[in-house]
């Protein structure tokens, strides 16, 4: 169980970005998961008076903010118009509605979880990264770097692309043990590799969209995989062409809400 001596509502990103800047402070977010990692920190800083819960549609992209919850994404009509349902689709099997009602899009980020469902979509749909110090980042990037800190204020997500997720589970809301999130623009087929066990991967981009599956098998033969309690290295290698076949084929038959 986390431990906070002071815990400190910011009124501002600046004050926020200040207080962060000490070893001895932690951003909150949602406080799902970082409750359970036995942290001993000095100083809990909770951005939710800083107007980052909204979820805005501008004409070429949807900007979230990054303390807009699972739920909010899960359930917003336009989000899920503009992308086939995929949000509702991805989001659902994560635990259950009341952990999605309090966990944030911008903590599943930033934690770089390997099992992120969440992470392992943004990673297909090519969303950037919006920070208070460094501006845009794309999460390509952000996501193989080591943790800093600066502070997460949105996740921009172009339109005009289609998206599916799969995923195997051992129980219906239990954390993946393999989940592929794919996207289909005009550029090609996007392919992310989650819960590798390792964090989420593009392992292959601009592919034909009706590729076959030698094409998956030998992406799946070239992509690092590893064990833990949930599966072994080669299991995960022998579904990972399945789940990314039957991503594809639910990318191409994709039409908007």
């Not at 107007?51 to 739920?71: H, N, P, Q, W, Y």
């Not at 509605?97 to 749909?125: E, I, K, M, P």
């Not at 090519?126 to 460094?134: C, E, F, G, K």
């Not at 800093?148 to 921009?156: A, E, L, N, S």
Request: with cysteine; aromatic share 6%; proline share 2%.
């Amino acid at each position: 169980m986390a431990k906070y001596r002071n815990y400190i509502v910011a009124q501002s990103l600046e004050e926020a970005y200040a207080l962060n800047a000490k070893k001895s402070a932690v951003i909150v977010a949602g406080n799902m998961w970082l409750r359970m990692c036995g942290l001993n920190k000095q100083t809990a800083i909770d951005l939710s008076a800083l107007g980052l819960d909204k979820i805005e549609e501008t004409e070429d992209a949807f900007v979230i903010g990054s303390m807009a919850t699972l739920r909010q994404m899960e359930t917003h009509a336009a989000l899920n118009a503009a992308f086939g349902g995929v949000f509702r689709d991805a989001l659902v099997p994560i635990v259950g509605t009341q952990f999605r009602n309090t966990a944030t899009v911008g903590g599943s980020v930033y934690s770089r979880f390997g099992f992120s469902d969440v992470s392992a979509l943004l990673l297909a749909l090519n969303a950037q990264v919006m920070l208070h110090a460094r501006g845009a980042v794309k999460l390509s990037d952000y996501q193989q770097e080591a943790w800093d800190r600066d502070i997460i204020t949105h996740i921009r997500i172009p339109k005009e692309q289609r998206a599916a997720v799969q995923s195997v589970r051992l129980s219906a809301t239990d954390i993946p043990v393999l989940v592929c999130a794919a996207s289909l623009s005009e550029e090609g087929l996007r392919l992310v590799l989650g819960a590798r066990p390792a964090r989420a991967q593009i392992v292959a981009d601009r592919l034909a969209p009706d590729c076959g599956v030698e094409t998956f098998e030998e992406i799946a033969g070239r992509t690092a995989f590893g064990s833990n309690l949930r599966a072994s290295e080669a299991y995960r290698r022998k579904i990972a062409p399945v789940l990314m076949l039957r991503a594809a084929r639910a990318c191409r038959e994709v039409t908007q809400e």
